[in-house]
């Protein structure tokens, strides 16, 4: 089992930047691939990010390549995504996930979820 908890987000102008901040635990939960999704209001949850168990390897959506960073520390049990240049779009709760490996883009192949925090960026 792998518990993850997401914090971090808030409201910030268009421009600006957050860093969101996913806890993880479970004896196993670094040896998992991590993710990023973000559901924005009638829409379905999109990808965001991916990064490989130990780090080395990060994969973006189109939408946030070079705003967006995807990170570990496995000795902190962390995950985190730092986002920059926020645009009014990046509205949405974001969540972590789990998959077993690395290089998925699809919801269905994550198997651990957190509950979700909001970002609300205004223009």
């Known amino acids: 089992q792998v518990q993850l908890v997401e914090s971090g987000g808030g409201l910030v102008q268009a421009g600006g930047s957050l860093r969101l901040s996913c806890a993880a635990s479970?004896?196993?939960?670094?040896?998992?691939?991590m993710g990023w999704f973000r559901q924005a209001p009638g829409k379905e949850r999109e990808f965001v990010a991916t990064?490989?168990?130990?780090?080395?390897?990060?994969y973006y959506a189109d939408s946030v390549k070079g705003r967006f960073t995807i990170s570990r520390d496995n000795a902190k049990n962390m995950v985190y995504l730092q986002m920059n240049s926020l645009k009014p779009e990046d509205t949405a709760v974001y969540y972590c996930a789990a998959v077993s490996k690395y290089g998925s883009t699809s919801k269905d192949e994550y198997r651990y979820w957190g509950q979700g925090t909001q970002v609300t960026v205004s223009s």
């Open positions: 479970g004896r196993t939960w670094s040896s998992y691939a």
């Open positions: 990064v490989n168990w130990s780090g080395i390897r990060t």
